[in-house]
Each structure stands twice: as structure tokens, then as C-alpha cells.
């Protein structure tokens, strides 16, 4: 049992639980609720029990989204709705009998996990949350694995009796089924991670459910019946995130193969006729899961509207077959060209980490006999090509680019008759230019993500040593997002070493062009780094230069690989608390 360890002066502001092996059952007996009646809430606290050793209640915490909430449900139901919510804090230290909360709370600010509103209500209990990424996904897969491979985690500064807390996690809350359903829950968690990461100003949850009314949504107002996917969409567009819809019909389609794709791709893709259900199942595959990857390597969760269970879901994370075959001892053995297995999700019914199976999904979009199921990607306005355009150009253009830098090294005024650096660029750039001139050589894969531009320099100089190299980076001007394209060696991943040999970055805002005759014109790069060589675009040149064309513009760099900048949560040990809690700050308009 659950100890209480609150001292009697504390009474009536805070009270401390010193948690047990059944800490689960004895938080929701305290809160007067069960498992059968919260299985949102018991996802929620599962996650945080797997670490947690002491609870603090904050009594009495009344904040702007329950406020929001309780205004659109006073004004509609013949009842007086409870005002008396409260904020559950989770630390990874224990307390001590006897003593006071603040004094706990300073002592243990280092070890705090996250923290969960209750609200005033009988259904949906749990309300915003900050659920940290240390858990055991599933009660089966490892701590440090849960924690690596969910995505999307944003942190929170959080004030707790005047003690400022840093919270790392995912945004999560349930429904409660009158206000907020499914989708509008959905849509919440999206755009509360883009406000913790300084890309929207804060909308409270009443918010979304009074920009449903009259946009599509699904029978009545209140109580919510939920949303359509083009509803979600419209409010999505109207809390400043605009999304990229992809269908069932997109998800289906085929493109033309690249150095980068496996040859368990190209097989699976090659050999069976075209459009029969082999081929129609590895390209469903292959779009789903690198799509929805894009964006998780970028921070950005995605939303899977599923009709065939009338659901959303928010994919968080994913998880590699190694992480299977390791820790679950699954079953399954996944045959296609990719050891993406699993997706992540935050639902508001389980829990805000439970799995999907990829195949699952793609078996679900390819019944034509069930209804349809779509990928929602709120994105900010500043992020208007897509993630698929972005690795398009690049896939293309560093092959171009590593074939005519290798054609040009003895023309290259950098090399200027020295022989032996003109060897030894040919050496770095052969092997490279080789693997990248046609599909098949299994060498080397792509990996695509967005980011701001100044986090993009700030992680390029933390990730490479070359000064030259981050000094041009540093002088280059960037947009507020761009995407970044990053090669990377396979066999240098496998082994967990640094494995990105080259990358190149590309302005988001860019409006891709295709026709049958020009792909991807105007689409240049503002940075590339090849193996030993690279090129950063002067600010006079303005973006719209064609690289190839600027010879002189071209400087000797290094070949060494590096570690990616793929966005994890981890990379905040690197940034000071004071430009988190700025970012925060903005973020929140105030």
C-alpha cells in the first residue's frame, strides 16, 4: 500500500505519496476512480509509475484549459460543474516522512518526471499532461529503448511552490467525451508540442472544441459526436498548423527507385507484377513508413485518422525490428525492405504510449472493404514543402552533385595543381559517387527532417569539428525551417558510430514544381557537404542560385563522418534552461 507522508501544516495545500509496487490501483483509488473507467488514465499512469518513487498533489490547481472547459460546460448542462481540479507531480527520488513539500520539491527538482491535471469530472479525469519518454513501452520493452525511440518529447518549464521544474515529455490528456473527443484530443497534443517548441501561440482545449462548431464536425455539438478528417483539417488550419493530408490513394501510389532504397525494395517491388497485391502491399509500406518517419525525426507528431475503428490516434515514436526481437519476443517476422516495425501512438482511450503495428495499418488501408484511414501532419505556415518533395530533390541532386565535383577536381581552383589533395578528394568522393549512380548498392540510406534554421547551425557546430565547415554554415542565411538531408552509411549505423557522410539543406518555404519535362526546378540547395568538399551559399547570391554553376563558391572539407541532428529530447541537455524557458515563454504569448 501506498504511503501517505504528507505532515499535518501541509493539509489543505499539498499532499505526498510515497508510491508502492501498486501505486497504479492506489493513485486512481485516491482519485475515486478504476481502471475500467480510465483506461486513458491508467496508460498515463503506468508510464510515469515505471520510474516514479514519490507523487506530490498540488491541491486546488486551477489553470487556464480547465477554465476554458468549465466555461463552455456551465454555460450548456442545468449543473454546477466542481472547481476544484488538482495537479498530480511525479518524482524519480523519495521522500521522507515528515517532510514539508517545498522543501521535497527543491530538493528533488532533478529527478522530476512530468505532471497530470484532474480534472473536476467523472469522465476524463486526466487532462493536460507532460508524460516523460522513460518508460517501459508496453511493460516489456526497455527503458533507454521507450526513451530513444519516442520522437516527438518537448519540455515544459513548470513552477511548483515557487520551484521551477524542467518537465521533458509528450503533451497527453484524455476525452471526456462531451467537449473533447478523439480528434479534438488529437489535434491538442499536436499543437501543444508546436507551442512548447516556440512555433505557436498557446490555444486552450476550449478552443478546439468551439472551432469545430460549424466547421463539418460529426452530429451535435454538444455533446461532441467528433470530427471529420476535413474538419480536423480546418482546425487545425485555424490554430496556426495548417496540415499535409495523405490518403489511402497517395499512400498506394509507386515512384521511381533510388541509390538510396534497399534491394529488399527493389525485389519486392520488381519481381511481382505491377499492382498485384505484393506490389501494391511494399509500396504502401515503404510511403507510410517513411512518411510518418519524416516528421517524427523532426519533432512533429502525426495523426492517424482511422475510420475502420472510428478513431485517432497521435504517432509519437516508432520502434526498429531490433527493438522487437530484443525485448518483446514477438512472432512477427517482418519480411519487406524496412525494420520499422512499429509506430507509437498516443491515444486518449489507452494511454499515451501504446503500439501499432506498421502491418496492422497497411493491411487496414489495403481492405478496400473497410473504411479509410489517412495521415494528418499539422505543420507550421512556415513549412510549405512537404517532407516527400524534400528528400525527392536531394536523392536527385546528390547524385548530380557527386558526379560532376568528381569530374571537376582537377579544374577546381581550390586544388590549384596540388596533386596530392586532388588524390585524396577523388579518394574520399569515388566511392561515394559510385554508390549513388544507380538503385541497388545497399551502401548508403537518406534520412530527412526539418528543423529551424538557427537550431540547424547550433547543431551542426555542437555535431562537426571542422571549423571552416561550421563557420560557413554559420555565415549562410537560413529561413526560419528548413529541411535537412542526410546521408548516411549503414554499415556505420548499425554499429551506433557517427554515420552521416553528407548533407544538404534545402528552404522550406520553396514551392516545388513538377511537370513531365523539368523536376524540381528553382529547388537549390543553401548547404550541401559532400565527402570532402562542400558549398554555403553566399547571402548575395540569394536562394535561388544554382550551385553547380558557382565553382569558386566551392571549398575543401572534411570526409569524417558525423553524428545526425535529428531532433531528440536529449539534445536540451545542450541548451541553457533560460533559452528553453524563453522558447516556452514565446511560446505561450506572454
Known amino acids: 500500500m501506498c504511503e501517505s507522508v504528507t505532515i499535518d501544516e501541509q493539509v489543505g495545500v ?147 511552490f515557487g520551484v521551477q521544474l524542467l518537465a521533458v515529455g509528450v503533451p497527453f490528456m484524455e476525452q471526456d467525451g462531451a467537449l473533447l473527443r478523439c480528434a479534438h484530443v488529437s489535434a491538442w497534443i499536436c499543437h501543444y508540442t508546436a507551442v512548447l517548441r516556440g512555433a505557436v501561440p498557446r490555444r486552450t482545449t476550449g478552443f478546439f472544441h468551439s472551432r469545430s462548431i460549424g466547421q463539418g464536425s460529426v452530429g451535435r455539438p454538444y455533446p461532441s459526436d467528433g470530427l471529420s478528417t476535413p474538419s480536423l483539417s480546418t482546425m487545425l488550419s485555424e490554430a496556426d498548423l495548417p496540415p499535409q493530408v495523405v490518403d489511402e490513394y497517395l499512400l498506394r501510389q509507386d515512384r521511381a527507385l533510388t541509390w538510396a532504397d534497399r534491394p529488399e525494395l527493389i525485389k519486392q517491388v520488381s519481381k511481382p507484377k505491377k499492382y498485384s497485391k505484393e506490389w501494391k502491399r511494399a509500396w504502401t509500406r515503404e510511403n507510410l513508413a517513411d512518411t510518418i518517419c519524416r516528421y517524427l525525426n523532426s519533432a512533429i507528431p502525426v495523426i492517424l485518422t482511422r475510420d475502420s475503428i472510428n478513431h485517432t490516434q497521435v504517432v509519437v515514436g516508432y520502434l526498429r525490428e531490433e527493438d522487437l526481437d530484443k525485448t518483446l519476443g514477438d512472432s512477427r517476422q517482418s519480411d519487406t525492405h524496412s525494420d520499422m516495425v512499429a509506430f507509437i501512438v498516443a491515444d486518449d482511450t489507452r494511454g499515451p504510449y501504446e503500439i501499432v503495428y506498421l502491418d496492422d495499418l497497411v493491411a487496414e488501408i489495403l481492405n478496400e472493404s473497410i473504411a479509410a484511414t489517412s495521415i494528418v501532419i499539422p505543420l507550421p505556415r512556415a513549412l510549405w514543402m512537404t517532407g516527400d518533395a524534400a528528400e525527392k530533390v536531394a536523392t536527385e541532386r546528390f547524385a548530380v552533385y557527386a558526379q560532376t565535383r568528381l569530374e571537376a577536381i582537377d579544374k577546381w581552383p581550390a586544388v590549384a595543381g596540388d596533386h596530392q589533395l586532388a588524390k585524396s578528394l577523388r579518394v574520399a568522393l569515388t566511392p561515394f559517387a559510385k554508390a549513388l549512380a544507380k538503385p541497388g548498392s545497399n551502401q548508403f540510406t537518406v534520412r530527412t527532417y526539418a528543423s529551424p534554421g538557427t537550431d540547424f547551425k547550433y547543431s551542426f557546430a555542437k555535431r562537426v569539428a571542422d571549423e571552416e565547415l561550421v563557420r560557413q554554415v554559420g555565415y549562410t542565411w537560413l529561413p526560419k525551417y528548413v529541411w535537412v538531408i542526410e546521408i548516411l552509411d549503414r554499415h556505420l549505423r548499425r554499429q551506433g558510430r557517427e554515420a552521416v557522410v553528407a548533407t544538404m539543406v534545402l528552404d522550406s518555404t520553396k514551392v516545388v514544381f513538377e511537370d513531365a519535362n523539368e523536376t524540381y526546378r528553382d529547388v537549390w540547395p543553401l548547404f550541401i557537404h559532400l565527402p570532402g568538399q562542400a558549398l554555403a551559399v553566399p547571402p548575395y547570391f540569394g536562394y535561388y542560385a544554382e550551385t553547380d554553376q558557382n565553382e569558386a563558391s566551392w571549398f575543401v572539407a572534411p570526409s569524417e563522418p558525423y553524428f545526425s541532428g535529428r531532433w531528440s529530447h536529449k539534445v536540451l541537455t545542450d541548451y541553457p534552461l533560460q533559452r528553453i524557458a524563453g522558447l516556452a515563454k514565446t511560446a505561450l504569448g506572454s
Open 14 to 160: 499539498a499532499e505526498i505519496l510515497a508510491l508502492c509496487d501498486d501505486a497504479v490501483d492506489h493513485v486512481l483509488d485516491y482519485l475515486g476512480d478504476s481502471r475500467e473507467d480510465s483506461l486513458g488514465g491508467v496508460g498515463l499512469l503506468e508510464a510515469f509509475c515505471a520510474t516514479a518513487k514519490t507523487l506530490v498533489i498540488e491541491l486546488f490547481y486551477f489553470d487556464l484549459d480547465i477554465r476554458s472547459e468549465l466555461a463552455l460546460q456551465q454555460e450548456t448542462a442545468f449543473t454546477l460543474v466542481s472547481q476544484d481540479p488538482s495537479r498530480l507531480h511525479f518524482f524519480s527520488d523519495e521522500a521522507t516522512p515528515g517532510v514539508r513539500a517545498r522543501d521535497f520539491v527543491e530538493q528533488a527538482k532533478d529527478s522530476y518526471l512530468g505532471y497530470s491535471i484532474i480534472r473536476p469530472e467523472r469522465v476524463g479525469r486526466f487532462g493536460r499532461s507532460i508524460v516523460t519518454p522513460r518508460v517501459t513501452l508496453g511493460g516489456r520493452v526497455p527503458v533507454e529503448i521507450g526513451e530513444r525511440q519516442i520522437r516527438t518529447a518537448v519540455t515544459e518549464v513548470v513552477q511548483l
